[in-house]
């Protein structure tokens, strides 16, 4: 008889034994010789082992991934839950059993057998420690892709493998809709006729992707236009780039979407017309990271802008000369008849109702005279911009008898007769909206020249743009933009210290000269 116990040694440990027994039977007497052999290390080692497998055993039936385990002969020797969950076998329907054949499409069963036998036979190996991607199959017969890691160990019994085994089946379609969503996207991108691009905000300012069309747009290669530094301010036109970069950094403090609409310079050197819309793309901080964004090409819409413009001037030039040759000539008759009118009856009763009707005749031709010259461009050209400007008070207070100062401060002129124009213009708008939409009964223009600007300042006292206000003055406002950025200006329209509207319309200083002050010709003062 054998059997193994244990018994407490004198120091209170647990001392284990192998103890085996034998009965003798010596004449008459029986005997049990017994043997007691100290087994306490073995059995230490053996309970050690089995904790040991009950942890890997919990560790992998609660595993989310299949762990399967197989002999050298690809029976499989272990199953866990999770295979159960993605196979559809239970363990009692595939332990013993080839596993080829029960996860594996048939396509596959002859290459895993001799992949297997090599590796038992020689030790070479193409995957093992690998993660690969391959096709498996559930008990349905249903095929799936399978994310699988294989590990070999050895014993004395032999060589044995353990994959891990993983459903990709949700990955692998995210990844298709992925794909599809971006070849959709890219499509898109690269047939609608504007550059669509994605810049990083690092220092580097790289830029990360630009669709086809920078080609044809801009002339520049898009792999040119990626690799080379600084490309896209490189072909900003060099009288926005102040205005542009500006108007990018405050879009980058505030965290709102960069909207703005400039010249590019392009390859073969000609000047178009940019629209770029742009919104950041933050990172997991809340910290912009990329900005991504599309720029329309707006040459033939700003040249039909700039032609509406042009008829708005010859009409009003058409109505400047109408008033002048008209009604100016038909005022200078009634004035001249008037002056000898009133010498005839000098000592009479009538004389000073002749007076007053001489007064009234010479006021009238002299508004005339004034809204004559406000409508004729080449008018304006020759008395320049602070020429314009006084007038423009002037006739200002005496039309609508409201108070309006202009207040010229240092003396220079604008480099383009042009630009006069449409300053000119933007300083009427600004002043009849104030009259007409803001209430205003005062009126300031001025002109500075500070921190390397050129600006124009209109400020009003009214009640400012209410929703009905902003609503009617739009057309007049977005003339004012278009006429301020063909001159290369920014134009600001904000809150005024006086209480009412500012219109602040800005330029480079580099785009005036010092002049001695007073009305000069051509280009005129500022």
């Not at 390859?267 to 990271?289: C, L, S």
């Amino acid at each position: 008889m054998r059997l193994q116990t244990h018994v407490i040694s004198s120091d209170g440990q647990k001392q284990y034994l192998d103890v085996s027994s034998k009965h003798l039977k010596f004449g008459e007497n029986d005997f049990i010789c017994s043997f007691a052999r100290d087994i306490t290390e073995r059995k230490r080692a053996e309970l050690k082992l089995k904790e040991s497998e009950e942890r890997f055993r919990s560790v992998v039936e609660t595993a989310g991934d299949a762990i399967i385990s197989v002999d050298s002969n690809g029976n499989t020797i272990y199953w866990n839950r999770a295979a159960e969950n993605v196979f559809g076998y239970t363990a009692e329907e595939v332990l013993g059993k080839p596993i080829s054949s029960l996860i594996m499409p048939e396509r596959f069963h002859s290459a895993h057998s001799e992949g297997l036998q090599r590796v038992v036979s020689t030790g070479e190996t193409r995957i093992m420690g690998n993660t690969v991607e391959i096709e498996g199959q559930k008990k349905d017969g249903s095929e799936f892709p399978l994310e699988l890691t294989l590990a070999t160990w050895k014993t004395g019994e032999g060589t044995f493998f353990t994959a891990i085994i993983r459903d990709v089946s949700e990955r692998s379609r995210t990844q298709s809709r992925l794909m599809q969503s971006e070849a959709k996207y890219r499509t898109l991108v690269e047939r609608i006729p504007a550059i669509t691009y994605t810049a990083s905000l690092k220092e580097t300012s790289q830029i990360l992707f630009v669709s086809p069309q920078v080609e044809s747009i801009l002339g520049c290669p898009p792999s040119e236009y990626r690799e080379a530094f600084n490309i896209w301010d490189k072909h900003l036109h060099r009288d926005d780039r102040r205005r542009v970069l500006q108007e990018l950094s405050r879009s980058y403090e505030n965290g709102v979407p960069f909207t703005s609409e400039y010249r590019m310079v392009t390859g073969d050197k000609r000047v178009i017309w940019i629209r770029d819309e742009a919104d950041y793309v933050r990172d997991e901080a809340g910290k912009p990271e990329l900005l991504q964004g599309v720029m329309v090409d707006i040459t033939e819409q700003k040249r039909l802008e700039e032609e509406l413009l042009n008829i708005e001037d010859r009409e009003r030039r058409q109505i400047g000369h109408d008033l002048h040759d008209g009604v100016g000539q038909l005022l200078t008759g009634v004035a001249f008849k008037s002056h000898l009118l009133e010498k005839r009856i000098q000592n009479t009763e009538h004389h000073e109702l002749a007076e007053e009707i001489t007064d009234l005749v010479d006021q009238a031709k002299e508004q005339v005279r004034s809204l004559s010259r406000g409508f004729a461009p080449e008018a304006v050209a020759g008395i320049g911009l602070v020429g314009c400007l006084e007038d423009l008070a002037v006739s200002t207070r005496q039309m609508f008898g409201i108070e309006c100062h202009f207040r010229p401060e240092g003396p220079f002129h604008l480099l383009e007769p042009t630009a006069v124009t449409h300053l000119h213009r933007i300083a009427q708008e600004a002043v009849t909206n104030a009259i007409r939409h803001g209430k205003a009964s005062v009126i300031h223009i001025s002109l500075h020249l500070t921190d390397g600007r050129a600006q124009m300042l209109v400020d009003d006292n009214g009640v400012g743009f209410n929703k009905t206000g902003a609503s009617q003055a739009g057309i007049g406002l977005k003339i004012m933009g278009y006429r301020a950025r063909m001159t290369g200006a920014t134009l600001d329209i904000g809150r005024s210290p006086v209480g009412g509207v500012r219109v602040a319309c800005s330029m480079p200083a580099e785009r005036v000269h010092t002049t001695p002050r007073g009305r000069t010709g051509a280009a005129g003062n500022l």
